[in-house]
């Protein structure tokens, strides 16, 4: 897609550990090749002004809600109850 090949550099790192780029560069992430979520914290930081606006990498219809994809944690009531021995 226009890039030079010679020019494109893959970093090979562990699981867990954090990549930080430019997110202006062109950038993609390995297919999810296993049977369970693979979440990610993706975090970017830009000047207010709207100079540069990534309406591609960052199109609301593109991303699930973290919700849609996760089991909603226990509050703490059931928690609470969990943790509470029969006759308390």
Known sequence: E???KERIETPHVTAGTPVIFDYRLGHRGM????QEPRPIVYLTYTSSSNEFRDSVNFSRRRYKKLGDIIERPPSREER???RKKPGE
């Open 80 to 82: 609470l109850k969990k």
């Open 31 to 34: 297919g999810n090749t296993s």
């Open 2 to 4: 226009g890039y030079v």
